[in-house]
């Protein structure tokens, strides 16, 4: 069982940064496809941004350009800096993992097996 452990969330206004931070407890994060989607209330997860275990990534149309996934395998971590925050960004963001996707959708939930708790970033206009 992989659990998975988001920090970094807050409050930050709008044009400001944050990175969030996931950490895998007693896997190898190297070889897992790590996700972050987001949640607002209301609203069904949606897919943020991917890092394949070969390093490619991906992000959802709204995303790209201001946020950006990383991994440091040393470190056993992965990272979503988000620059240029917009309310619209506001939602619970979860960090998601899977070593296979098989024939799912890599933007789709239902693609991975382990999921962190959750952590909540505000945007304020």
């Known amino acids: 069982q992989v659990q998975l452990v988001e920090s970094g969330g807050g409050l930050v206004q709008a044009g400001g940064s944050l990175r969030l931070s996931c950490a895998p407890s007693g896997r190898t994060l190297s070889t897992y496809a790590m996700g972050w989607f987001r949640q607002a209330p209301g609203q069904e997860r949606e897919f943020v941004a991917l890092s394949r275990s070969g390093g490619t990534t991906y992000y959802e149309d709204s995303v790209k350009g201001r946020f950006t996934i990383s991994r440091d395998n040393a470190k056993n971590t992965v990272y979503l800096q988000m620059n240029s925050l917009k309310p619209e960004d506001t939602a619970v963001y979860y960090c998601?993992?899977?070593?296979?996707?098989?024939?799912?959708?890599?933007?789709?939930?239902?693609?991975?097996?382990?999921w962190g708790q959750g952590t909540q970033v505000t945007v304020s206009s």
């Open positions: 998601a993992a899977t070593r296979f996707f098989g024939g799912a959708d890599a933007d789709t939930p239902s693609a991975y097996d382990y």
